[in-house]
């Protein structure tokens, strides 16, 4: 990692700096640590994949609001999808949550 570093620091003044390689290379080197973190923590992922499908169906479900019909309905939607899914990737199970939360509501 160290040479891989250093490389990108010796090659940065000899391209384009308006490039998306001089662009790349200035984030990650100025992400450096947390990019060499997995080096010495067995526990972080060195890709973010695992992350990545816990959260897509969350996602895919708050894209999906934006047909609701009207902005409000929308967002309401996409508010309340978030609370199952979260719910779920807490191993809670979002139907009784949301039944349990709605009749507190009713409830007072």
């Given at each position: 990692?160290?040479?891989?570093f250093d490389l990108w620091q010796r090659a940065l003044p000899r391209i384009?700096?308006?490039?998306?390689?001089?662009?790349?290379?200035?984030?990650?080197?100025?992400?450096?640590?947390?990019?060499?973190?997995?080096?010495?923590?067995?526990?972080?992922?060195?890709?973010?994949?695992?992350?990545?499908?816990?959260?897509?169906?969350?996602?895919?479900?708050?894209?999906?609001?934006?047909?609701?019909?009207?902005?409000?309905?929308?967002?309401?939607?996409?508010?309340?999808?978030?609370?199952?899914q979260t719910a779920k990737m807490n191993n809670v199970d979002p139907q009784?949550?949301?039944?349990?939360?709605?009749?507190?509501?009713?409830?007072?």
């Amino acid at each position: 990692m160290t040479e891989l570093f250093d490389l990108w620091q010796r090659a940065l003044p000899r391209i384009s700096g308006k490039s998306k390689l001089a662009e790349a290379i200035r984030y990650a080197t100025s992400r450096r640590s947390i990019f060499e973190s997995f080096l010495t923590d067995g526990r972080i992922e060195i890709h973010s994949n695992i992350v990545e499908r816990a959260i897509r169906s969350q996602a895919i479900t708050r894209k999906n609001s934006l047909f609701a019909g009207t902005d409000g309905g929308g967002r309401i939607w996409a508010t309340i999808a978030t609370l199952l899914q979260t719910a779920k990737m807490n191993n809670v199970d979002p139907q009784v949550w949301l039944t349990q939360t709605l009749e507190r509501i009713a409830n007072g």
